[in-house]
């Protein structure tokens, strides 16, 4: 009994002093070596309690019978490897929460590839050459190189297209983020928002459109469709038929290929958040517009001359016939706010609609509560202080290409007076980071996605590794960081032959 008291006090101890060991450690160090640092301390002191548990336990009596022996060792090695868990697992906390953005995990994988592209739904492209090949989250290969040649320019929101040459067995379809072949039917097949489409438009019932969701279910919808009208929004897709006095009338299905609200207007959009625009003539000829819920309720009269833009948080922008001059209104069509003049705000995205600079040279941002702050006042919103003293926001525009749209981001710049620095924000969180970001993709001047991937939790980015963003060099890191800023996946150094 008197042993087993003393070997529990030992362990309580040991633990104690492994932990201010371990404590002890500085936690504001930026550079990734101090991550084996930790561990190798932490390592010394798993040595020397190791060490000093043996010698104590060495000396038991050894008349005790071997069956005593066997049930105090057991408890005893069960205590070093607890401590030895609960030590690896401390110096790995504080080695991680040591890394700063731009910073290279020291887990992280290294691709030997030539080009990356962002993350959707859990997988991303990546380039070798001419082939092109698949990888998850963990920059493992879901589909190796040289099994199919991928578009990655006409990939979208997890459907992974592939090349189809003519006059050859490559079949036709997509491959979802799992790495699974779907195979379509026969035809031009293009991503639509959540569904993969391939339709022939014709411009009668007889048409036959194919929608596909990520999982390979499909969907057959009759009908005439062009342009927007492609696009699924709250289960209804838009369908026109010709109108015996000219044009075409246009309705909504849903996917089981059921007419919900039945061709009645001139005019029509995609629904959007359980409203869409639609246009018909009134008793002057005029094309008047208005809002309509997805049973065909009206939400508001056919009143607006111009075409009121879709909800988007809630609120939708609307139109006067006095130049530069609009409102917001909620889903009540009840006006919350009114503004005249140019730049104008913006629709709504993620919970704020921006607006151009103003003269003092500061862009507007407004918030769903209709309150208005500076673009200085915004990065404060999202933890981002210090000596600012100069910034641009760049907003993204609501698109129906991407998905989802809340994990969508902010990309914005800072100068500090001595350097400039590039960023990203995640409206979600109000979170944001910045540092030696580089906002233009390199070689093409084009900015980079406005799209943070929620599934594989990265994005793809690329580092300044000395000076300021703007300076030229080849000293960029090339890959995939996570919403700290940190790169979980980097792409190899290229050959120098």
């Known amino acids: ?64 019978s071997e069956n005593a022996n066997a049930s105090e060792s057991e408890p005893n090695q ?16 504080e080695g991680q929460q040591s890394l700063e953005p731009g910073d290279v995990h020291p ?10 592209y962002d993350f959707h739904e859990g997988a991303a492209i990546v380039e070798k050459g001419s082939s092109t090949a698949l990888i998850n989250a963990k920059g493992e290969f879901l589909v190796p190189f040289n099994t199919y040649d991928f578009l990655p320019n006409d990939s979208y929101n997890g459907f992974f297209l592939i090349r189809r040459t003519y006059n050859t067995k490559t079949p036709i379809g997509f491959v979802n983020p ?29 048409t036959r459109n194919y929608f596909y969701d990520l999982d390979g279910k499909r969907f057959v919808v009759s009908g005439h469709m062009s342009g927007i009208e492609r696009f699924v929004g709250d289960g209804l897709v838009q369908i026109s038929i010709n109108n015996p006095k000219g044009g075409f009338l246009k309705g909504y299905k849903n996917l089981m290929d059921e007419w919900v609200i039945q061709p009645q207007y001139q005019w029509g959009s995609v629904f959007n958040e359980g409203a869409a625009v639609v246009g018909d003539y009134n008793e002057f000829g005029e094309l008047k517009y208005g809002f309509i819920d997805i049973k065909g309720n009206p939400i508001t009269p056919m009143q607006f001359t111009k075409p009121p833009g879709l909800f988007h948080n809630g609120l939708a922008k609307v139109f006067y016939k006095e130049p530069a001059k609009y409102s917001f209104i909620n889903k009540k069509g009840e006006v919350v706010f009114t503004d005249q003049g140019i730049p104008s705000f913006d629709d709504f995205n993620l919970g704020y609609s921006f607006k151009g600079s103003n003269r003092a040279g500061e862009s507007i941002i407004m918030d769903e509560e209709l309150k208005i702050h500076s673009d200085m006042e915004f990065l404060q919103m999202f933890g981002i202080l210090g000596n600012v003293k100069s910034t641009t926001l760049v907003f993204p525009h609501y698109s129906y290409t991407n998905r989802p749209i809340e994990s969508s981001m902010i990309l914005f710049t800072l100068y500090d007076g001595k350097k400039l620095y590039g960023g990203f924000l995640f409206p979600k969180s109000k979170t944001g980071v910045y540092g030696n970001f580089i906002t233009k993709i390199p070689g093409t001047g084009e900015l980079e996605e406005f799209y943070f991937d929620s599934v594989s939790g990265l994005k793809h980015m690329h580092w300044k590794k000395s000076n300021d963003i703007r300076d030229g060099g080849a000293d960029i890191i090339d890959g995939y960081v996570n919403q700290n800023g940190v790169f979980m996946i980097i792409k190899g150094e290229a050959s120098k032959w």
């Open 78 to 93: 069960k205590a070093i490897n607890r401590i030895e868990e609960d030590q690896g697992n401390k110096a790995k906390e």
């Open 178 to 206: 799992k790495g699974k072949f779907i195979q379509t039917e026969k035809g031009q097949g293009v991503v639509f928002g959540n569904y993969f489409l391939v339709g022939n438009n014709g411009n009668n019932l007889d």
């Open 1 to 64: 009994m008197k042993t087993i008291k003393f070997t529990t006090i030992l362990m309580i101890t040991m633990v104690l002093a492994c932990n201010c060991t371990l404590n002890a450690q500085s936690k504001t160090g930026r550079k990734i070596e101090k991550v084996g640092k930790n561990v190798d301390e932490a390592n010394d002191a798993l040595n020397k309690g190791k060490e000093l548990f043996k010698g104590i336990f060495g000396k038991k009596d050894k008349k005790k």
């Open 107 to 116: 887990d992280a994988v290294v691709l030997d590839v030539d080009k990356l």
